[in-house]
């Protein structure tokens, strides 16, 4: 897909190939033409009950990049369907109790509960525990780091870090 192979260079390379498979069975082999804003409003309702309308809305974006790119640089269409975002709340606070924090890890296997438990210690996602490589750990000073290129556009930790328990 010409897409993929202009975009090899993006640090979310790989989670596109993993929303274009999930969009695969709806755009399949369908013509470029033949997109319109039922589809894509199908899509993005599907994904909101799926996954939620924050994640929707990542999907529908690479979408509309996709549809514009295709209209505007390989001009393989003239008109593109308008991509609408799903409504979501901007506040974005969220937090467990002990209580929940404990139960969560008493119930997981013994490895998803110590990767838990650092996640839960350093407010790290998932993505971020599980690349996180030995170089980026002081073991002596209880530390570790994300870089920026790993994480939301700022460095998470570096020197004073966060705890490593």
């Keep these: ?37 039922d589809l894509i409003s199908q899509i993005g309702e599907a994904k909101a009950l799926e996954s939620g309308e924050a994640t929707a809305n990542r999907y529908l974006a690479l979408v509309r990049s996709i549809l514009r790119r295709a209209r505007d640089e390989w001009e393989w269409v003239d008109r593109i369907p308008k991509v609408r975002l799903c409504p979501q709340s901007q506040r974005r606070v969220r937090w467990i109790t002990r209580e929940q924090a404990e139960t969560l890890i008493t119930l997981l296997p013994a490895h998803q509960a110590a990767m838990a438990r650092f996640a839960l210690a350093t407010g790290l996602r998932q993505r971020n525990v599980c690349l996180l490589e030995w170089s980026q750990v002081d073991l002596e000073r209880k530390t570790a780091w994300v870089h920026a290129d790993q994480a939301t556009g700022r460095t998470h930790g570096g020197p004073g870090g966060f705890p490593v328990a």
């Design 1 to 37: 897909m010409q897409w993929l192979k202009e975009t090899e260079h993006k640090a979310s390379h790989d989670k596109d190939k993993e929303i274009l498979r999930w969009l695969h069975p709806y755009f399949g082999a369908l013509k470029l033409s033949a997109v319109n804003g």
